[in-house]
């Protein structure tokens, strides 16, 4: 059955009705589905462990979002391999969003396109990132050897420096 299940998940990515075929399709991949779900194209929920997300009625899922329930590599581990995500009902998830393990997004929240979703989302609120930047010094990196946490726990975050705003009069 896990076979047809990852089927499902696939045909998913591209097949058309994103408030039919592609929800219906996800939830016989195994993810919980509200009713009234938007699923844009080429969402990818994760593969091993649907079960372990959760979308909330008359939620979007915009284009090219990605969320994941799990980091590690090889074969599919216990349930004890996944973390929770819930995104709560009434949600708006932008186009090209990555949602971590673990994260819960609240009722009514609004995330803005391009974001790394990497804490709970308070209910209502308008979430994202600000252009980016460099946030932190990796001194071990992520890969086959390296656990994540290992790499969590080796960042040495950069803290930014002020600068004036672009219209503050000159000093002097």
Same mark, same amino acid.
């Given at each position: ?20 075929l592609r929800p219906a399709l996800q939830r016989l991949? +195994? @993810? ?11 969402? &990818?929920?994760?593969?091993? &462990? ?34 929770? @995500? #819930?995104?709560?009902?009434? @949600? ?11 994260? $819960? ?8 396109? +391009? ?27 992520? +890969?086959?050897?390296?656990? &994540?946490?290992?790499?969590? $726990? +080796?960042?040495?975050?950069? #803290? ?13």
């Open positions: 059955m896990r076979l047809f299940n990852g089927i499902f998940g696939r045909m998913a990515l591209f097949m058309p009705g994103g408030s039919s991949h +195994g @993810v919980e589905v509200g009713q009234n779900v938007w699923i844009s194209q080429w969402v &990818y929920l994760d593969e091993l &462990y649907p079960e372990a997300i959760s979308i909330g009625d008359n939620s979007t899922i915009g284009l090219r979002t990605s969320i994941f329930a799990h980091f590690h590599w090889g074969p599919r581990r216990e349930a004890n391999g996944a973390k929770k @995500v #819930v995104i709560g009902p009434n @949600v708006f998830v932008g186009p090209h969003c990555v949602i971590l393990p673990g994260i $819960r997004i609240g009722a009514g929240s609004v995330i803005k396109a +391009g974001t790394v979703v990497t804490k709970n989302v308070p209910p209502n609120t308008f979430f994202g990132d600000s252009p980016g930047r460099p946030l932190a010094k990796i001194t071990v990196p992520v +890969g086959r050897n390296s656990p &994540y946490e290992d790499f969590v $726990r +080796g960042l040495r975050p950069i #803290v930014p420096v002020e600068r004036p705003p672009r219209d503050a009069e000159p000093l002097g």
